[in-house]
């Protein structure tokens, strides 16, 4: 499912020669923003790289659509699996929180 633009690297569709993942850019597309936005979020993409990976997901609905479904499976099962964090942590993020608060006010 490789292409110019767009390779496969441990399981993962990445943007050609980057550590950017597909899912980043198609999740951006989708939600309206422009390649040249898109490019702005991940400064290490070329904007003809933004344009190549929107359009292999263009060009390759059924297969990109697959991969981001196994994407959201996989992370539903790892939020299943997670465990929240204990109260201890809890409390420590409370207080840097209300420390947080403190120094605005």
Not at 34 to 58: H, K, N
């Amino acid at each position: 499912m490789s292409s110019e633009y767009v390779e496969v690297r441990e399981g993962g569709l990445y943007a050609a020669g980057s550590r950017v993942s597909l899912a980043s850019i198609v999740y951006a597309f989708r939600e309206g923003a422009s390649p040249e936005t898109i490019r702005q979020s991940f400064p290490s993409l070329s904007l003809a790289q933004v344009y190549g990976a929107i359009a292999f997901y263009l060009n390759h609905p059924r297969e990109s659509e697959a991969y981001l479904q196994e994407l959201k499976r996989k992370w539903e099962e790892l939020e299943r699996r997670g465990q929240p964090p204990s109260e201890e942590l809890q409390a420590k993020i409370e207080q840097a929180r209300q420390r947080l608060f403190a120094e605005q006010a």
